[in-house]
């Protein structure tokens, strides 16, 4: 089932692409016709698009990688930071810092000084700082925290880049592609989806609706993945239990037998908490009416 449809992306105003004479020729198998002067793109190729997009980020959302979001454009900023927030992912709302990707390790260093600051204002060494180098230090936390402060959780490279506006961030998609990383981006008409592995057709008014059904695929992903860590322990221990009675030379027949028995067991326990808990909140409340 798709996750948006024909009349949410027409609402928004998703069609409408920029100017005939500015359009860029790549983006013609996105473009369904021209009307005044304006070129107006496919909806049915965005809803595919968008589709093929929230699906692979789903998969990387449950493998635990990270999706760094780049929007300096000045509409999509607190739209974007709002969003991903949520989610807690990495984002780029501010000037992009060139060398961001391919130059790391420099960028990562920048994001340790800041802890360095804060553990001076925790120790006690900022205390001992003359008001100048106060004012010096505490300038250049805001500075960082302003650039780098959503980036903090982001420890090594991301596994992929979701991208507003390829024109604006064209520094961004140079350096994904020199190293390898698949790139999301929005492309109006005026744009070149040829450096993208997953373009979606659409302009820059509908930003919340793309980026809202984008996050909720990246949160499903999350979802799925805790659910999975929360399953292993219970896998861990059919499979030791397992090991255990192969080594008593028993049947296969009576091994599957016994491990399927003992997880009867355990989920008639799990059903039973519900109602031990009842009969003794039942039994606190009593007991405190008789005080009473």
């Known amino acids: 089932m798709p996750r948006t449809n024909f009349e949410e992306l027409l609402d928004a105003g998703v069609h409408f692409g920029h100017l005939k004479r500015k359009w860029n020729p790549a983006m013609a198998p996105y473009i ?6 304006i070129h107006i793109i496919d909806l049915e190729k965005t809803i595919v698009k968008i589709d093929e997009a929230a699906s692979a980020m789903k998969q990387i959302a449950r493998s635990g990688k990270k999706i760094l979001f780049v929007a300096t454009k000045k509409q999509a900023k607190e739209i974007v930071s709002e969003k991903v927030k949520q989610i807690n992912m990495p984002y ?4 992009w810092p060139g060398g961001m990707l391919t130059n790391f390790p420099t960028i990562r260093k920048a994001v340790k000084k800041m802890g360095s600051i804060d553990k001076m204002a925790t120790d006690g060494t900022f205390s001992n700082l003359s008001k100048r180098e ?3 230090v505490t300038r250049q936390r805001a500075k960082l925290e302003k650039n780098l402060g959503s980036i903090v959780d982001l420890t090594r490279l991301p596994s992929a880049l979701f991208i507003i506006d390829v024109c604006k961030e064209h520094i961004a998609v140079r350096e994904a592609k020199r190293l390898g990383i698949p790139v ?3 492309v109006d008409t005026n744009s070149d989806p040829s450096d993208i592995e997953f373009p979606i057709p659409a302009n820059s008014k509908s930003i919340s609706l793309i980026v809202g059904v984008l996050c909720q695929a990246i949160e499903e992903g999350l979802n799925e993945r805790k659910l999975e860590k929360d399953k292993e322990p219970l896998q861990k221990d ?3 239990m397992r090991k255990e009675l192969e080594t008593k030379d028993l049947p ?3 091994i599957e037998a016994l491990v399927e028995e003992e997880d009867e067991e355990v989920s008639a326990d799990n059903d039973h908490l519900p109602d031990e808990l009842e009969e003794e909140e039942e039994a606190v409340a ?3 009416e008789n005080e009473d």
Not at 32 to 37: D, L, P, V
Not at 92 to 95: A, D, P, S, W
Request: glycine content about 4%; proline content about 0%; aromatic content about 12%.
């Open 32 to 37: 369904f016709m021209e009307r005044n002067g």
């Open 92 to 95: 780029v709302t501010e000037r």
């Open 134 to 136: 106060k004012l010096q």
């Open 184 to 186: 999301f981006a929005m």
């Open 238 to 240: 059919k499979k030791f």
């Open 252 to 254: 296969e027949s009576v």
């Open 286 to 288: 009593e007991t405190e």
